[in-house]
């Protein structure tokens, strides 16, 4: 796992409302100010490398759902480069564009409102790879089967509609669909977060399986620390839109950095802790219409100083392997606790 396989430089996304003729007049007329612009990201750079699972933890609102579908060719990006294997995305034209965003597939949390409820699996999971030409009208039931065989469910099933499946099954049809053109990258967007526990095992045994199986590389979007301390190699903490750390698995929750990731980690329940107080993070997530000066966790930490409120910190290693922005690391952690507490 040397080589990059998705590589995401300075990616921001800023989201405006649009105005229709009449709301212009009426805003002109009442002298009311023009619409507040929203910034969802900011700046966002990361890696994937060939075969790992890159984890994206944050709270609701914190953009990792805007940018994975970024990432997926779903939503375009206001700045920055998207590079697949080393060619800039952006500046390719546009049928080797969709070429490569095929080679991108995203699984989203509804399994439900992810399929269309009037198509049957069969039709469902052949669609697409039928469409691009990978697999001629004579091959799809054979192909139908081997994909539902593929995630663990019934072939016998292929005629049956979305409705008369489980949450758990229709989320393996989505992954079906997904495995279906044969990607090299599946982003996943908190893809267990619908279904019950024991499901979420089943699942989750899925992605594991195919993880094993070496061809695939995965962005794993979710706010379940325990999910991605099993599943991923690297994980990348989201903020307010900016990432504030980003390391290894095993660097990452035993030693964090940014105090907003302390705080994350010490309430991951772990058995033996069942007396331990709870201490939730201190306020609210700041609203992305007017985001806090300097650094955008200082309202909340209760480390801040008067630099954080000022100035914004930059991603800096940290360690091997290791980056995060907060100005309290930058050059000395000593009066930082390195340690959860248990």
């Known amino acids: 796992m040397t080589d990059s396989i998705l590589e995401a430089v300075q990616i921001s996304r800023t989201f405006t ?11 002109s007329v009442l002298r009311q100010p023009k619409p507040r612009s929203l910034q ?9 490398k060939t075969g790992e699972v890159l984890g994206v933890v944050g709270e609701s609102g914190c953009g990792k759902s805007t940018l ?53 699996v069969a039709d469902l999971i052949s669609e697409a790879p039928t469409v691009h030409g990978l697999i001629s009208p004579h091959e799809q039931a054979s192909f139908v089967n081997d994909a539902l065989i593929r995630v663990g469910l019934d072939p016998n099933s292929h005629s049956r509609f979305p409705h008369q499946f489980s949450g758990g099954q229709r989320q393996r049809i989505n992954i079906a669909r997904a495995l279906a053109v044969n990607p090299e990258i599946l982003i996943c967007d908190e893809s267990v977060a619908a279904l019950d526990v024991s499901i979420q095992a089943q699942i989750l045994n899925v992605f594991m399986q195919l993880k094993a199986e070496g061809n695939l ?64 993070i201190r306020g609210e997530i700041p609203s992305p219409l007017s985001p806090p000066s300097g650094c955008a966790f200082h309202p909340r930490c209760p480390h801040a100083t008067t630099q954080c409120v000022r ?22 952690v000593s009066h930082l606790p390195t340690e959860l507490s248990k």
């Not at 379940?224 to 099993?230: P, Q, S, T, Y």
Request: hydrophobic share 40%.
């Open 17 to 27: 409302a649009q105005e229709d003729f009449t709301g212009k007049i009426v805003r």
């Open 40 to 48: 969802a990201l900011c700046d966002v750079s990361l890696t994937l």
């Open 68 to 120: 994975g579908r970024i990432l997926a060719g779903i939503l375009p990006a206001s700045a920055g480069h998207l590079r697949f294997c080393g060619q800039p995305i952006f500046d390719m034209d546009s049928i080797t564009r969709a070429q490569t965003f095929l080679k991108i597939q995203m699984i989203f949390q509804d399994p439900m409102s992810s399929l269309n409820p009037r198509k049957r």
């Open 217 to 280: 590389s995965f962005i794993f979007i979710s706010h379940d620390l325990g999910v991605v301390e099993h599943l991923c190699d690297r994980v990348a903490i989201l903020y307010l839109g900016r990432i504030v750390e980003i390391g290894t698995v095993e660097t990452l929750f035993k030693a964090p950095k940014h105090p907003y990731t302390q705080a994350l980690l010490q309430e991951i329940p772990r058995i033996g802790t069942g007396k331990r107080r709870f201490n939730p």
């Open 311 to 332: 100035q914004m910190p930059g991603l800096r290693e940290v360690g091997q392997e290791h980056l995060a922005a907060c100005h309290l690391v930058h050059g000395t």
